[in-house]
């Protein structure tokens, strides 16, 4: 597949291995995503959750012609993890009332984020809510749908690279 990349062993995931995404990889796993959900499920609402899961949420009701929101659900403030429990830190789209609701995000690990995302959505009343992520971990909470199983570092192309001091730099975790 273009824009894969096998590492080795990496300290910074226990020595699991890396998966890096390439923009053309990272649009092909949300077109598969957005196949997927679309095989079993027609949503009238796709939610991304903020930051990273708008990414492929916005990619996936695009694909699907549906509306789009974005609620945030994090354990991080300005980039940095300082919770341990994630926190519901916006409010939840009041238009989920009564639809059909996707609850997308890209990865996940410990279903922690899922999990509070689709009680505060349930609390609005959906008609039907169901969950998709990118990538799951092994073992772990599973979505409705996701698009492939790995206990590999994934490194996102928008994490590949980001901006301090006005320049493109790799941060340390990737580097």
């Given at each position: 597949m273009p824009g894969f990349v096998a590492s080795h062993?990496?300290?910074?995931?226990?020595?699991?291995?890396?998966?890096?995404?390439?923009?053309?990889?990272?649009?092909?796993?949300?077109?598969?995503?957005a196949v997927r959900v679309s095989q079993e499920y027609q949503p009238d609402l796709v939610i991304g959750l903020a930051t990273a899961g708008v990414m492929p949420a916005a990619t996936v009701a695009t694909m699907l012609q549906v509306d789009?929101?974005?609620?945030?659900?994090?354990?991080?403030?300005?980039?940095?993890?300082v919770?341990?429990?994630?926190?519901?830190?916006?409010?939840?789209?009041?238009?989920?009332?009564?639809?059909r609701v996707?609850?997308?995000?890209?990865?996940?690990?410990?279903?922690?984020?899922?999990?509070?995302a689709l009680a505060a959505v349930r609390e609005v009343g959906p008609a039907q809510v169901r969950t998709a992520t990118s990538f799951v971990r092994p073992g772990r909470y599973r979505p409705d749908y996701f698009t492939m199983e790995t206990d590999a570092l994934v490194v996102f192309p928008w994490d590949r690279q980001v901006i301090e001091n006005h320049e493109l730099v790799t941060p340390p975790i990737y580097a």
């Open positions: 062993t990496s300290p910074a995931n226990g020595g699991m291995g890396t998966f890096e995404l390439s923009w053309e990889l990272f649009g092909e796993f949300c077109r598969a995503l789009f929101e974005a609620m945030k659900v994090t354990r991080r403030e300005r980039g940095q993890v919770h341990a429990y994630p926190r519901v830190l916006s409010p939840t789209p009041v238009s989920a009332r009564g639809r996707l609850i997308v995000d890209e990865i996940t690990t410990s279903g922690d984020t899922l999990r509070l």
